[in-house]
T-cell receptor
Framework: EAQVTQNPRYLITVTGKKLTVTCSQNMNHEYMSWYRQDPGLGLRQIYYSMNVEVTDKGDVPEGYKVSRKEKRNFPLILESPSPNQTSLYFC????????????FGQGTRLTVV | GIQVEQSPPDLILQEGANSTLRCNFS?????LQWFHQNPWGQLINLFYIPSGTKQNGRLSATTVATERYSLLYISSSQTTDSGVYFC??????????????FGTGTRLQVTL
């Protein structure tokens, strides 16, 4: 089954404790991205990647890192989480060709206290 | 950047009723998708519909790209249809994929 898998689904952590949210897709997609969803602000892109070792900033990259060492995986790294990063996070993937369907993971609900 | 407006913002229906949700966008698009966000926060793909009409069970969607709008029809609504419906578009440009820009959503509540 074609899918995007994120882990964990729920996470509560403390300020400053490094964490990684994993994302994996099985559709051989080149384009992967991370979004965060906040009340009143909608979904906003954090980072994206067009292929292995090719990443770039989206609209709200501050406080986040990503890596793309393998085509299928695109982890989101919070080196020093802060309470303003409490949010619902989604990973998405699609083919590199513009205009193709994007698939989203199940979401990760992160709370930073 | 592109503007994506959805209407109505909120909708309350009795079970069995029909409804139409609208998405207007301000620029040419490569891609348009409809999603349902359920109460647990999951985004469920409903339709990939950059143009034309598609149907899936009680749901159908139509996109008129030249007039920059899309409609989502829900017939014989059920309580499990409750949640927020998002329209998302990818701005048309040559070459590679780009981000999806989401509308503000329509919050649907279906009551017994």
């Amino acid at each position: 089954e074609a899918q995007v898998t994120q882990n964990p689904r729920y996470l509560i952590t403390v300020t400053g404790k490094k964490l990684t949210v994993t994302c994996s897709q099985n559709m051989n997609h080149e384009y992967m991205s991370w979004y965060r969803q906040d009340p009143g602000l909608g979904l906003r892109q954090i980072y994206y990647s067009m292929n292995v070792e090719v990443t770039d900033k989206g609209d709200v990259p501050e406080g986040y890192k990503v890596s793309r060492k393998e085509k299928r995986n695109f982890p989101l790294i919070l080196e020093s989480p802060s309470p303003n990063q409490t949010s619902l996070y989604f990973c998405a993937s699609s083919f590199l060709q513009g205009g193709t369907e994007a698939f989203f993971g199940q979401g990760t609900r992160l709370t930073v206290v | 950047g592109i503007q994506v407006e959805q209407s109505p913002p909120d909708l309350i229906l009795q079970e069995g009723a029909n409804s139409t949700l609208r998405c207007n966008f301000s620029d040419s698009v490569n891609n348009l998708q409809w999603f349902h966000q359920n109460p647990w926060g999951q985004l469920i793909n409903l339709f990939y519909i950059p143009s034309g009409t598609k149907q899936n069970g009680r749901l159908s969607a139509t996109t008129v790209a030249t007039e920059r709008y899309s409609l989502l029809y829900i017939s014989s609504s059920q309580t499990t249809d409750s949640g927020v419906y998002f329209c998302a578009v990818e701005v048309k440009r040559t070459g590679t994929a780009s981000k999806l820009t989401f509308g503000t959503g329509t919050r649907l509540q279906v009551t017994l």
